[in-house]
């Protein structure tokens, strides 16, 4: 369905390219993507209420927020109707976001601060040698 | 709209500048530009994030608590104010690309007025939390929450003010627009900076989708 309605869109448009004609979406699509984008706010909302445990919980409330990101940048950011180069741009910004998120929580992972009580134990102690060193050393 | 003619009686030599072949060069060049720059900011807010996440990995109580003091409910009208903006925006776009230029100075009107409602809520959820005497970082006197308040109201701060920074600076772009749109500058052949504008402005409203989910509804 989706294809379908790319080319049909694509073909509309298709005509004439040296002029830079814009590729224009019906105006039927912009409020159907609203209502949508209505719709998936009123799921984020709904599924912080499902009192899933936390780590699924902001994983669901990511996927939510996902999909109604890429719907904005499908449709209102017309990515469907333009050159693929743009998208390819976006997603690959995006695999380096994924990229930086992922190492940097395997890295703070793998340091065995798991629960609240270590990590918080090891911000105070840090703090408190750091404020040590400041006392020792003034200005 | 039909697309063979859109462009019948539009002069494209007093558009199209001397570096660039045709118009579709032009609108290209101008739009891969602005995407680059999208790209940029996407990494920009992701480092924001990045400290969201690990404040929330070292501080999971704190967040729990601490958001109890944010509105989900104004959160969620900005939402929607938000997203309500994105249409008329993505609608000022389509009346440049068609040559409805009456569509195009309302909606963007429409979108610089939404623009207002978000600050004015924002105004109004920050002067809250200030007179908790929640403050970010070391001025923080706000109430006693388990673990780093401070920590948790420094990042709402700063992801909310920066977001809120790319709202004002929004506006002042689209009033621009909209002034010379009232001019008649723009039509179905001279529409890469309308486009480009709204570029940004869906930008912060995607910004915005992630930001309401991970400050204002913890669980």
Redesign the interface.
Known sequence: MFAKFRKEVLQRSADDHSSGEPHVLPLKVYFIVFASLMVLTVVTVGVSLLGLPPVPSIIAAILVAAVKATIVAVFFMHLIAEDKFYSVILVSTVFFMLLFFGLTLLDMDSRGFKNPEESLEYWQQFSHEKALTEEAAPE | ?S??S??SGID?KKYLAHHFQ???Q???SG??GM??F??QE??FF?GL??AY??A??????TF?DAHTYLD?KLG?LN??VL??S??T???A??GA??NNNASLVMNLWLTIILAFVFLVVKYFEYTHKFDLGILPGSFYAGPEIV??PNVFFGLYFVLTGMHGLHVVIGIGVLIWVALQAQKGVYN??N?VFV?NV??YW??V??IW??L???LY???
């Open positions: 709209m697309s063979t859109a462009n494209e045709n118009m579709a032009q609108n290209a739009k891969l995407w680059l999208l790209g996407l990494l992701s994030f990045m996440f690990a929330r990995y070292f501080y999971p109580e729990l989900w969620a939402t929607v997203l309500t994105s249409l925006m993505a609608l776009v389509r690309q068609t673990g780093q179905s052949v529409h486009e709204g570029l869906h930008l409203d995607l989708i992630f309401f989910p991970l509804l913890v669980k």
